[in-house]
C-alpha cells in the first residue's frame, strides 16, 4: 500500500549537480521520518540524508556542504538536491521512510555515520553515475 517513488537519477560530469525527487503514497507523508540512502554494488547501503524526528536535517560527514535534504509536505514529496558531484557520490539512491514511533524517529545516528539503517519502507532507487 505505502510506495515511494524515485527520480532524478541520471548521469552528470564530475562538479555537476542533480536534484532527486521522491513522491510518498499510501500514507500520511508527516507521520513519516524521510531520508537518502545509497548503495555501491558490493558494498553496503549507506545513509546520506534524513529528517529527525524534530524536523532537522542529518549528513553524512563526505556529504555536508554539498547535499541538501528538503520536503514539500503539501506534496508530500521528499528532494535532495546534489551539488559537486564526485566520482565516489555514484551509486543507486534510495528514499526512504522511517514511521514514526509516538512521534519519535531513530534513523539520525545511523545516517550520520554513513550506516545502515532498517527503515520501514523504500523505493526501488533511482541511479546516480558521474563521469570525470
Known amino acids: 500500500v505505502v510506495e515511494l517513488v524515485e527520480s532524478g537519477g541520471g548521469s552528470v560530469q564530475a562538479g555537476g549537480s542533480l536534484r532527486l525527487s521522491c513522491i510518498v503514497s499510501?500514507?500520511?507523508?508527516?507521520?513519516?521520518?524521510m531520508g537518502w540512502f545509497r548503495q555501491v554494488q558490493g558494498k553496503e547501503r549507506e545513509g546520506v540524508a534524513v529528517?529527525?524526528?524534530?524536523?532537522?536535517?542529518n549528513y553524512v560527514e563526505s556529504v555536508k556542504g554539498r547535499f541538501i535534504i528538503s520536503e514539500d509536505i503539501a506534496k508530500s514529496t521528499l528532494y535532495l538536491e546534489m551539488n559537486n558531484l564526485q566520482p565516489e557520490d555514484a551509486a543507486e539512491y534510495y528514499c526512504a521512510a522511517e514511521i514514526r514511533s509516538e512521534g519519535d524517529c531513530y534513523s539520525a545516528p545511523f545516517v550520520k555515520k554513513g550506516r545502515y539503517y532498517g527503515m520501514d519502507y523504500w523505493g526501488r532507487g533511482t541511479l546516480v553515475t558521474i563521469s570525470p
Open positions: 499510501g500514507f500520511t507523508y508527516s507521520d513519516f521520518c
Open positions: 529528517f529527525d524526528s524534530d524536523g532537522g536535517s
